[in-house]
């Protein structure tokens, strides 16, 4: 729940980490029924946290996309049908978007404009962005995203789902530097980035003869310390190139310990500055899209057909226009 006036009045989140744990990855059509069971729930619940009543929702934003289909479904049926029972617009929100103007929420907001280094499940990106709905795709990875790469090494590893957090804690325990792993991309004189073959770097470590599993910590710091030094260099670089000093980072990899680490330091050097989302709205959540909905709407975006249920599986950020633009 956000009020353009006093600000994120509460925010609820159901993880769905040990439903799909079991099977070691997201099964889609468990995610959609699961939705369906909690979001109800979940929607009473944020409305008590918030002391807020159906009545007092001027608007309502949904998640239209990118992403599982049938998931986007249930989110566009439930806001849809819910906006028309209260006679309120309804508006579909761009999930990167989301977590793009996430850091906007936190006590010490980023000023526009600034570059966005957008890193979740699914997507690595740099975005120069000069307002909400300005974005200028400026590099994203050719193949596996970061944390998409994080999730498919923590297996090869032998971890658990969800693999990322549980590498970078695997790897706060190691020391980087035996592996030799490779930074691809990192003198491309691009701003694109390419994980995959990281990747078949760590499966060939693992399935050499000299693999000793007491070995992980050691390779997955040198894993982690790799996807950090290619993030950090592509990123300085879109700054310089496009003259900025604001770096927004966003998406569940930016909670990663050593990349912030790694940011703030090569950032503080310079005189920029790096800003990130409050913790918890790191990973996905429905905070920033209620955020990016609102944004909009205060700007003049006008709501499409009521009852209108539409989502985009795959959905370019670039492709967003400015609220009100034509
Ligand atoms: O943005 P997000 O919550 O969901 C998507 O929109 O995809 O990002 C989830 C991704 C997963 O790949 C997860 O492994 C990764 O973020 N992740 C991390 C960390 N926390 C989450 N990767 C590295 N280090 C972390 N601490
Ligand atoms: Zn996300």
């Not at 592509?234 to 050593?258: F, I, T, Y």
């Not at 996905?284 to 009852?307: H, Q, S, Y």
């Amino acid at each position: 729940m956000y009020d353009v006036e006093a600000g994120l009045l509460g925010h609820c989140v159901h993880s769905q980490i040990d439903l799909h744990a079991t099977y070691g990855g997201v099964v889609p059509e468990l995610a959609s029924r699961d939705h369906i069971r909690r979001l109800p729930v979940l929607v009473r619940q944020v409305l008590a946290e918030s002391g807020c009543s159906l009545v007092q929702i001027d608007a309502i934003a949904y998640t239209a996309g990118p992403g599982l289909a049938g998931a986007l479904l249930v989110g566009a049926s439930y806001a849809e049908a819910l906006g028309m029972s209260l006679g309120v617009p309804v508006l579909p929100v761009h999930h990167l978007e989301g977590h793009l103007l996430s850091p906007l929420l936190s006590a010490d907001p980023p000023e526009f404009p600034f570059v966005a280094l957008l890193v979740s499940g699914g997507h690595t990106q740099l975005m120069q962005v000069t307002g909400v709905g300005e974005y200028v795709l400026l590099g994203e990875s050719l193949d596996d995203a970061a944390g998409e790469a994080f999730d498919k090494t923590a297996k090869l590893i032998g971890l658990g789902y969800p693999g990322g957090p549980q590498l970078a804690a695997l790897a706060e325990r190691g020391r980087p530097g035996r592996f030799r792993l490779p930074r691809p991309m990192l003198k491309s004189g691009d701003l694109d980035f390419s994980f995959s073959g990281l990747k078949t770097a760590v499966l060939n470590v693992v399935s050499g003869p000299e693999w000793k599993p007491e070995d992980a910590a050691d390779l997955a710091a040198d894993f982690q310390d790799a996807v950090v030094e290619v993030l950090c260099v592509k990123a300085l670089k879109a700054l310089e190139l496009v003259g900025l000093s604001r770096l927004v980072v966003a998406g569940g990899v930016g909670a990663n310990r050593q990349l912030r680490l790694r940011l703030d330091a090569a950032t503080r050097r310079r005189g920029w500055r790096v800003y990130y989302p409050e913790p918890e709205l790191c990973t996905d959540n429905g905070a920033m899209i209620a955020f990016a909905g609102a944004r909009r709407l205060a700007a003049g975006e006008v709501p499409g057909v009521a009852c209108a249920v539409r989502v985009h599986p795959r959905w370019p950020l670039a492709a967003l226009r400015a609220p009100g633009a034509v």
